[in-house]
């Protein structure tokens, strides 16, 4: 990497050469991920999500931290090993996938970019925006977006993006089916949105269909280390920094870690971006992905939410890493 991509922390200061500096980075890396995962292990604030019953019964105490870097590098503590469901993590990677085949003004014109202000499964903010979907990070512009898919059929759809997916994490992943069932069983809410869409002329898939293969990419299962090589392909400008793999062109990766700054944490990304400043993406599994762009993904997965639907000790993991490396992109404050 060029000297000029990576400025020494410490400003100032002569930077000694490649070769001296990477074993001290790595193990302040591994001493943040300890203790980030030691710091907030005893919260027991929150719950887990229970309106899909199914992810009532995954254990709460489950607590991972993970950060993998652009060159590959992971460092992780806790349960990093246990597959959630992806959840709403899984919105900015079909956003991506848009943008790839439809290209960024597509994803804007059709869907939206602007924060909603309510929260992720608002119907009543349909109505009030004049975009309607607001943006793809929200459940309304997520349905969408799984509509404007490119696939001959529904199963190929599905298969496209659990395989879009898989490029972003360097492995295969696959959808757990019990979470699957169990949210297509009880998903009113986002039948409602889906034809509230269809209503306005903002979907373009047939709404039924979308709402499933949609529900379908929510229960894909990923581990903290998997979603931390996801948020690193975003931050090494979409490639793969594991398998080498260009997956998104990197003109797209800008305006989606624009999305996500701006709308990643639902109704509460103005504090988000207050406390970390990074572009990240929450979901009810528990996982949460954050992007520092051109240095690495900060990862925290833990079951218990706030009101918001974000997971408390994953968010307090990431803002504590973020802050003790400097790493806001509105800069460091010191
Ligand atoms: N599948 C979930 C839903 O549609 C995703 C929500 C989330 O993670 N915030 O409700």
Redesign the pocket.
Known sequence: MPPAATPSASAGAVDPPATAVAPARETDLQKLVNEAHLKFRALTEGANADY?PELARIPSELYGVAIVTVDGRAYVAGDVEYAFSI??VSKPFTAALVMQQRGAEALQKQIGVEPTGFP??AIEAIALQPQRSGNPLV?AGAIAAVSMVEAPDAEAKYRLIEGWYGDFAGQKLTMLSEIYKS?AAT?RG?RAIAALLAKYGRIYADPVESVDVY?RQ?AIGVNARQLAVMGATLANGGVNPLTGKRVLDSTHVPKLLAIMTMAGFYDESGLWAYRAGLPAK????GGIVAVVPGRMAIVGFSPRLNQA?NSIRATRAIEYIAGELGVSVFGAGR
């Open positions: 899909i959840q709403s992720f499964n459940n949210e998903n986002n529900t929510c929450t979901g009810v599994g639907g």
